[in-house]
């Protein structure tokens, strides 16, 4: 089995900077195909953020695009989300999401596409 366990959040005030880091562990921890950031908002639906395959291959929503970078270490089988100018509309859990498949981009924004999830991370952006 492989657990997926982030870290970096917290409560910081707009326009500030969070990185997030995500590392897969436990059993059989090949590299992952992809690796990707959800979240979700109190009361919505969870949304993409970015993901980054093996290579260097990236894709972002729009929400976050010029503002947020995903980087891997591959050699650690870690993600980071580097979270720049962040605004109240950034406030959410965030979550780690990982898959040995390879998707396309298209795909990779489907939080099902995953086989692995997080527990998640607070993010919270005061005003």
């Known amino acids: 089995q492989v657990q997926l366990e982030e870290s970096g959040g917290g409560l910081v005030q707009a326009g500030a900077s969070l990185r997030l880091s995500c590392a897969a562990s436990g059993r059989n921890t090949a590299v992952m195909a992809v690796m990707a950031w959800f979240r979700q908002a109190p009361g919505k639906d969870r949304d993409f953020v970015a993901a980054g395959w093996s290579g260097v291959l990236t894709a972002y929503s729009d929400a976050v695009k010029g503002r947020f970078t995903i980087s891997r270490d591959n050699a650690k089988n870690t993600v980071y989300l580097q979270m720049n100018s962040l605004t109240p509309e950034d406030t959410a859990v965030y979550y780690c999401?990982?898959?040995?498949?390879?998707?396309?981009?298209?795909?990779?924004?489907?939080?099902?596409?995953?086989?692995?999830w997080g527990q998640g991370t607070q993010v919270t952006v005061s005003s």
């Open positions: 999401a990982a898959t040995r498949t390879s998707r396309t981009m298209l795909h990779s924004t489907r939080p099902y596409e995953y086989d692995y």
